[in-house]
Nanobody, 123 residues
């Protein structure tokens, strides 16, 4: 069982930056791939970024590539999403996701979810 708590959301002007954090419980956090998803009002939840259990590989949606960076600190049981050059279209609730089992991949349909944190980018 993995419990996730996101933080770091807020209101920022276009072009600004925010860093989201996702604190995870559980002794085996370091064995789980982690991801970030987001959901804007009236839209489906979409993939943003993912990182393997070791941090050795990262993956990004085309819409955030070059602007967002996912990272993790397994000693602190925390995964981060550094968001730079924010745009109004980045406005959404951002969710942290843990893979359904150690060694499994991020699919966005299974696993563990946090409660979400609101990111609002003003123009």
């Amino acid at each position: 069982q993995v419990q996730l708590v996101e933080s770091g959301g807020g209101l920022v002007q276009a072009g600004g930056s925010l860093k989201l954090s996702c604190a995870a419980s559980g002794r085996t956090f370091s064995r789980y791939a982690m991801g970030w998803f987001r959901q804007a009002p009236g839209k489906e939840r979409e993939f943003v970024a993912a990182i393997t259990w070791s941090g050795g590989s990262t993956y990004y949606a085309d819409s955030v590539k070059g602007r967002f960076t996912i990272s993790r600190d397994n000693d602190k049981n925390t995964v981060y999403l550094q968001m730079n050059s924010l745009k109004p279209e980045d406005t959404a609730v951002y969710y942290c996701n843990a893979a359904p089992a150690p060694g499994a991949t991020i699919t966005g349909t299974m696993g563990y979810w946090g409660q979400g944190t609101q990111v609002t980018v003003s123009s």
